[in-house]
Structure formats: structure tokens, C-alpha cells
């Protein structure tokens, strides 16, 4: 059975990445899927390097490959016969988050949405608050993989 990832990814998390190592066991295939969200203002990596960090970050994982979709999700299950999304979730606030987002998803297309407990060890971790931490020089390692991290500190460093 074939899994979707979505999210912006902008940049991948160590709590990410467990949620792909899990969903990687218990499904055949797993498409990490760099999608873009319009609430979100244009992001600190551009697609192609969101999608780049990722490809590093899940190189480990035989059945676990990075796409990218700039329209509505359920289009991209369709056509390509996704039939479930993961995601992980790390509290009540991601609860109400994601609820109606999935409701929608099935509704529209069929697709079910399965939700991972996030580990405990990454509870606290969002791709927004590392960004914040790193752009006024606090230490984000071990939050992002290594490369991530490095490239997380490039991005800032330039632009000081
Ligand atoms: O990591 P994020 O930003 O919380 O992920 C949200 C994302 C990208 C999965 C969501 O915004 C999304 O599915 N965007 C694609 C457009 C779409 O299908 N919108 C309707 C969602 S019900």
C-alpha cells in the first residue's frame, strides 16, 4: 500500500523524519510530498531545495521517495491511486489543525488520513520555531538532521 507525506517542509525536522522512518515501515511505498500551503508566506528554501534537503535526509529509506504538488492533494492521490496520508501529530493543537483538513480530503476524494503520535523526544519541534531559534543565533543541532542544520545556519549567515 502506497502512503503520502504531505506538508510545506520548509525545512524538514528530525520529528519529520521519524514520521517517515514509521510510516516507512508499515507502508510499501512513501512519497514525501513538498505541497504547497497558501497560508504559509514564501518560505526561508525555495521547492527544489526544500526537496533536495529531504532527498538527503530520507537516502537511508529503500521505499520512501520526494515529490513535489502545487495544487490541491487529493488531485495528486488520485493520479497517482494514493489511498492513505500520514502525518504526524504532536499535540491537541495539531489535533484541530489537521481534523478538518483530513475531513475534507476524505470527503473529496476517499483518501484517509492515518496520524502518528509524534516520538516525545521531538514534541516541541516545529520547522518555524527552529528558523526562529537559528535567525538570531540560538543552537538548533540535533533538532534538524546534521546537513539541515548547516543549511539552516547558511541561509542566515548570508543574510547578515
Ligand atoms: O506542513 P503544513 O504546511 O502544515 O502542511 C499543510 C499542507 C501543505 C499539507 C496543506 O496546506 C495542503 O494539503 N495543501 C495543498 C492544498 C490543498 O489540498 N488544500 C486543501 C486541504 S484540505
Known sequence: MKAVCPGSFDPVT???????ERAAAQFDE????VTANPNKK???FSVAERMSLLEEAVAHLGNVRVDNWGGLLVEYTTAHKVTALVKGLRSSLDYEYELPMAQMNRRLSGVDTFFLLTDEK????????CKEVARYGGDISGLLPPHVVEAVEAKYSQAQ
Open 14 to 20: 528530525m520529528g519529520h523524519l521519524d514520521i517517515f
Open 30 to 33: 512513501v512519497i514525501v510530498l
Open 42 to 44: 514564501s518560505g526561508l
Open 122 to 129: 521531538y514534541g516541541y519541534i516545529s520547522s518555524t520555531l
